[in-house]
């Protein structure tokens, strides 16, 4: 009896053991690695996995060069795809806050995300804001929509001018780690590092504009806008 009690003790270790691995292999964390080598962290809410940094890249999937556009004047009438980097400052600006793309490059078809990773839909960016706590006629609207959802998806306090977003109880809370790396205007200039981060869809709304998300410093919610194609966001790419 002695011995079968013990052989008992033994299997229920065992089993114990192994779900407690078990946890470490689901949550294991997936990093994605583009074209040009820059590897990216990931953060899976609800039922997506999204990029947790701001993609970097300057290639497209097949090797091709994504042409960069530093003067304002050639900016300002580009109908074709191009990037930039805020103020044109690699040094400053690439590590923190990644490539300002234009949405002709997030539109081409030679592929801005690496092999099994896509430019979020306007449908999915929804998505991801339902789970965060929006119903679904808020996240159908445009401009400032839902409570602390813009909160819970940025983060480095330090980065972001003061105001209501990081004051929330929620900000940072999910890892998304939205920064504020500005804009370039459709007319070159570029704005507003410190104060908003935007983020381009791959839907458009007109044959001149698509969707995108912005999160700015004064407000806790997220906005749905439609811009002029040739601005420049940031890009966040979600796992097919």
């Not at 999915?124 to 998806?153: C, F, I, Q, V, Y």
């Amino acid at each position: 009896m002695k011995r079968r009690s013990r052989l008992i003790t033994v299997a229920v270790i065992i089993s114990m053991l192994a779900a407690c691995d078990k946890p470490e292999e689901e949550n294991e964390v997936i990093t994605v690695t583009d074209i040009d080598g820059n590897i990216y962290q990931t953060v899976t809410i609800g039922n997506q996995t999204w990029l947790a940094e701001n993609l970097k890249v300057t290639h497209y999937r097949d090797g091709t060069a994504i042409t960069n556009v530093a003067d304002n004047a050639e900016w300002a009438t580009l109908t074709t795809e191009a990037y930039c980097i805020y103020n044109n400052n690699a040094s400053n600006q690439l590590e923190t806050y990644g490539v300002l793309y234009n949405w002709y490059v997030v539109a081409d078809g030679r592929n801005l995300a690496p092999e099994g990773w896509h430019v979020p839909t306007d449908g999915e960016w929804k998505e991801l804001e339902m789970e965060l706590g929006m119903s679904t006629s808020e996240a159908d609207d445009t401009g400032w929509r839902g409570t602390n959802e813009g909160s819970k998806l940025a983060r480095n306090a330090d980065l972001w001018d003061d105001g209501d977003l990081k004051t929330n109880s929620e900000f940072g809370a999910l890892g998304f780690n939205a920064l504020p790396g500005g804009e370039r205007n459709g007319s070159g200039p570029f704005f507003t590092i410190g104060s908003t981060a935007y983020f381009w869809s791959a839907t458009e709304s007109s044959s001149s504009s698509a969707w995108n998300r912005l999160l700015h410093s004064y407000y806790s919610e997220v906005a749905r806008f439609d811009n002029g194609k040739r601005f420049g966001f940031s890009v966040r790419l979600l796992r097919d």
